[in-house]
């Protein structure tokens, strides 16, 4: 998941809600501004019915879409291929994009819907929150109006930054600008103690790196070194647009480079902050002042306004050390520097003509994509980033009806019996742990589709004609949010991801599954689908969310979502030596020439994918027994099985956005999803017929759930 709003200065946590799908994966890169416009999703028309979709109209009697089947692939060859060869072939990557799969299909018919609404409030303003979003998208979409500003919503920020004198007077601008949304140096907000998952304390993580991760600054390949030059050009010419001499935009993106290579090599890299141990330091205030002690946390935690707090978790506290070490070593232009190009960053997307075609030169550098995405989609996209329970509440409204909520409970409840049968069954776990792990399954929630109480906008102020000032406040206001959290209990109704949204998660701290009404269609959940195609689709997403609960992750916690050791050590050791049997295999896979996947990265969501299918499995199982299904489209129930799960995962990408995921994303290719699974599945060798050797037949087969 990825994912919208959540960016790593809100939920500082390092133990992330696990998606279904890295949400940076569906429109931009994690470095851009664009980090706002991320979230999305999807249909067409205006009927106030539940639509019928594109994806609905071009299956077939079972559910499967026979057109996106290369019937000349072999399946027990490259099942994916199989499953996937028509689709890929007929939908090249749109210009726009440096990614499109079945997730982006789905989501650009989403936005089409979030289109008409939003659109439709704009032109009629009685309704304060509808005014709201018309507002919001209204300032976003007048490029001639923020064309004339030039960067003089930025003159504020930039005066404070001027104005510093010393590093000790960093606290405070560093505060007013983090509370605008800003990325520099850290980040802050609030997050369940991992250790008592009941109650909400302020965390710091690290942070404020303009490209999307540690590696990228440390790697000596070739790739890497041409990035980073790029990078440094990008930033110089951003602080061109805005004001500086030539020669002050290159010493200064020179500095930004050296400031940002010193936070990388302290950052903790992607594989260990998936380890809770690693990223839970719980300290005193005064403990945290220690390690750095030139920065004014009085005067940080005043600036952005935080109730007062006596301790917090500091995730990262090595890096901590080395921001304090960069504040006192850099030159004060270089922080300077750094600090304005943050800014243009943040706001890039809201600035002139110049600033946003720039910012999509480094964009296209990093991902591949060729054209810029329409305004329209852009806008779209923030004001449900901003805004998104008011226009989910609408959303909701015309698209997903009690009906969807019911079929889709039924069918948790489906794969929640499959994991306690699955559990029970298993050999490789003593009674002792067992039990614990049935009384975790048990207390699983599970939220479908939307949130029982809508979040209240009331005191966020939305301005027609003020793009950027629309920005900051809604991130001022998300901050302020968070951090008025802080000493009470956590409120797991909440959402980490708008309705609209075409993905799922797995909250950890919360012990809770969530679906949001913009997956709940096909191909994911289709309502005209049989069950062998649904059981494998639906079934194995519900699955997969359910078994991040007991991945490698997931497995930490306990059933209320402590960060606790519930395993009898043989049966963690068991556990252990099956994962390891996971990340060996996808550590084999190469998404392109010279890059392999990084197996201990993707291992959670590996072995989520592999449990989710196999409780699809179990769950289809159960479903037909006595009533066996009949072959149609010409295939068996057991192949329509996992040709539904093999179709979800159709994509196709560019070289460069390939490669960045790999560095970057939990999530496997979907090629991999594909074959990594079906290859440990025997049930799928004996269905297409697949002999010993084939590539679809891993021996050993790897299986943890
Ligand atoms: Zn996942």
């Given at each position: 998941m990825n994912r919208h709003r959540i960016c790593p200065w809100v939920l500082p946590a390092a133990i992330a809600a696990l998606s279904l799908q890295s949400a940076s994966a569906q429109q931009q890169p994690t470095t851009t501004p664009n980090f706002k416009l991320q979230t999305s999703n999807s249909q067409q028309t205006t009927s106030h019915e539940p639509r019928a979709t594109a994806a609905q109209a071009a299956t077939s009697a079972s559910g499967i879409e026979l057109a996106a089947l290369d019937r000349a692939a072999n399946a027990c060859a490259d099942f994916y291929q199989f499953t996937c060869g028509g689709w890929a072939a007929s939908h090249p990557l749109p210009a726009d994009r440096p990614r499109y799969g079945?997730?982006?299909?789905?989501?650009?018919?989403?936005?089409?819907?979030?289109?008409?609404?939003?659109?439709?409030?704009?032109?009629?303003?009685?309704?304060?929150?509808?005014?709201?979003?018309?507002?919001?998208?209204?300032?976003?979409?007048?490029?001639?109006?923020?064309?004339?500003?030039?960067?003089?919503?930025?003159?504020?920020?930039?005066?404070?930054?001027?104005?510093?004198?010393?590093?000790?007077?960093?606290?405070?601008?560093?505060?007013?600008?983090?509370?605008?949304?800003?990325?520099?140096?850290?980040?802050?907000?609030?997050?369940?103690?991992?250790?008592?998952?009941?109650?909400?304390?302020?965390?710091?993580?690290?942070?404020?790196?303009?490209?999307?991760?540690?590696?990228?600054?440390?790697?000596?390949?070739?790739?890497?070194?041409?990035?980073?030059?790029?990078?440094?050009?990008?930033?110089?010419?951003?602080?061109?647009?805005?004001?500086?001499?030539?020669?002050?935009?290159?010493?200064?993106?020179?500095?930004?480079?050296?400031?940002?290579?010193?936070?990388?090599?302290?950052?903790?890299?992607?594989?260990?902050?998936?380890?809770?141990?690693?990223?839970?330091?719980?300290?005193?205030?005064?403990?945290?002042?220690?390690?750095?002690?030139?920065?004014?946390?009085?005067?940080?935690?005043?600036?952005?306004?935080?109730?007062?707090?006596?301790?917090?978790?500091?995730?990262?506290?090595?890096?901590?050390?080395?921001?304090?070490?960069?504040?006192?070593?850099?030159?004060?232009?270089?922080?300077?520097?750094?600090?304005?190009?943050?800014?243009?960053?943040?706001?890039?997307?809201?600035?002139?003509?110049?600033?946003?075609?720039?910012?999509?030169?480094?964009?296209?550098?990093?991902?591949?994509?060729?054209?810029?995405?329409?305004?329209?989609?852009?806008?779209?996209d923030s004001t449900n980033g901003d805004l998104g329970e008011i226009v989910g509440k609408t959303y909701v409204a015309e698209t997903f009806g009690a009906e969807g909520k019911e079929r889709t409970l039924r069918m948790v409840q489906a794969i929640e019996r499959a994991l306690n049968r699955d559990i029970q069954q298993i050999t490789w776990m003593s009674d002792e742990t067992k039990k614990q792990a049935a009384v975790k399954l048990k207390a699983v929630a599970n939220k479908i589709g939307y949130p029982d109480k809508w979040r209240d906008y009331s005191a966020l102020r939305i301005v027609r004609g003020d793009a950027v000032g629309n920005s900051v406040r809604a991130n001022a206001f998300e901050l302020q949010r968070q951090l008025a959290k802080i000493g009470k209990p956590v409120d797991k109704t909440e959402w980490l991801m708008t309705p609209p949204t075409v993905n799922a998660y797995y909250n950890p701290q919360e012990n809770n599954i969530n679906f949001p009404a913009g997956i709940l269609q096909p191909p994911f959940f289709n309502k005209a689908a049989d069950d062998a195609v649904n059981f494998g689709a639906a079934g194995a997403v519900v699955g997969h969310e359910l078994t991040h609960g007991f991945d490698d992750q997931g497995r930490q916690f306990d059933a209320a979502g402590n960060l606790r050791d519930w395993w009898t050590p043989a049966d963690g050791k068991a556990f252990e030596e099956r994962a390891t049997c996971v990340a060996n295999q996808y550590g084999g896979y190469s998404p392109l020439e010279g890059v392999k996947l990084n197996g201990r990265l993707t291992l959670g969501e590996n072995v989520a994918d592999n449990g989710g299918l196999r409780l699809g499995w179990m769950a289809l199982m159960d479903a037909v027994a006595g009533k066996p299904l009949a072959s149609s489209d010409g295939f068996t129930p057991e192949q329509r099985f996992f040709i539904g799960w093999g179709q979800m995962w159709c994509e196709n990408k560019s070289d460069q956005f390939a490669r960045m995921l790999a560095n970057v994303d939990p999530h496997s290719p979907g090629r991999f999803r594909v074959n990594g699974v079906v290859s440990n599945f025997p049930e799928f060798q004996k269905a297409f017929g697949c002999q010993a050797g084939a590539p679809m037949v891993n021996d050993p087969a790897c299986r943890v759930w």
């Open positions: 079945r997730f982006d299909e789905l989501q650009e018919r989403n936005n089409q819907i979030l289109r008409e609404i939003i659109e439709r409030a704009a032109a009629k303003s009685a309704d304060p929150d509808a005014r709201k979003i018309g507002d919001y998208y209204a300032s976003c979409m007048d490029e001639a109006a923020i064309d004339s500003k030039g960067v003089t919503p930025l003159k504020e920020d930039f005066d404070r930054i001027a104005a510093a004198a010393r590093p000790s007077d960093l606290a405070p601008i560093v505060a007013a600008l983090h509370l605008k949304g800003a990325r520099m140096f850290f980040g802050f907000g609030s997050t369940p103690d991992l250790k008592n998952s009941s109650s909400v304390i302020a965390g710091l993580a690290q942070g404020g790196l303009g490209l999307p991760d540690r590696d990228y600054y440390l790697k000596e390949d070739a790739n890497s070194l041409k990035l980073r030059d790029q990078y440094v050009q990008h930033v110089a010419r951003m602080l061109v647009l805005a004001g500086d001499t030539e020669a002050r935009a290159i010493a200064g993106a020179q500095g930004v480079m050296r400031i940002e290579t010193a936070l990388a090599k302290s950052a903790l890299d992607l594989v260990s902050r998936r380890q809770p141990a690693k990223v839970y330091h719980k300290m005193t205030v005064a403990e945290l002042a220690a390690i750095t002690p030139v920065f004014d946390w009085p005067a940080y935690f005043r600036g952005v306004n935080v109730p007062p707090i006596d301790s917090l978790n500091v995730s990262e506290p090595e890096f901590m050390k080395s921001v304090n070490e960069v504040m006192t070593a850099s030159p004060l232009d270089d922080l300077k520097a750094y600090m304005r190009w943050h800014v243009l960053e943040l706001n890039a997307e809201l600035l002139p003509k110049e600033f946003r075609d720039e910012n999509f030169a480094f964009t296209q550098a990093l991902t591949g994509a060729k054209e810029q995405r329409p305004r329209w989609k852009r806008c779209v």
